[in-house]
């Protein structure tokens, strides 16, 4: 992320960054949109995010990488899908030199949505 300036927008965010970056941050969020046309969209932690029943995912540009934030359940059930990227518990990263995998970043959306959206439920159901 490009210094410490607050960001009250996705759009806000998504401008900081030179033009070829902000095309890949355009098409991150629109593949998340489709995915998950129901979530809200808001900053989170300095990072466009997007909600259902909670976070869905988050994502963020860096100088070499962008980074995408499922959650580790989004990471651990996409494992071999994601086994070329660098990864963490909770996060992977697309290098910005690669081409970055728009349909798997779909699917952990779908993923996710159905997860929260479940959990929501069966909250739902305890009271």
């Known amino acids: 992320m490009v210094g410490a300036k607050t960001f009250h927008t996705i759009d806000e965010y998504i401008l900081q960054f030179p033009e070829e970056v902000q095309e890949i941050l355009k098409t991150v969020r629109n593949v998340i949109k489709a995915a998950a046309p129901e979530a809200s969209e808001k900053i989170s932690y ?6 259902i029943h909670g976070n869905l995912v988050h994502f963020a540009a860096y100088k070499n990488h962008i980074g995408f934030y499922p959650t580790p359940s989004g990471i651990l059930a996409f494992e071999d899908a994601l086994s070329d990227y660098k990864r963490s518990k909770g996060a ?3 290098p910005l030199n690669k081409p970055i995998p728009y349909d798997v970043i779909s699917e952990i959306v779908t993923f996710r949505g159905k997860e929260n959206i479940k959990k929501a ?3 739902a159901k305890k009271k």
């Open 121 to 123: 439920e069966a909250k």
């Open 92 to 94: 992977v990263q697309f």
């Open 46 to 51: 300095q990072m466009p995010t997007f909600a």
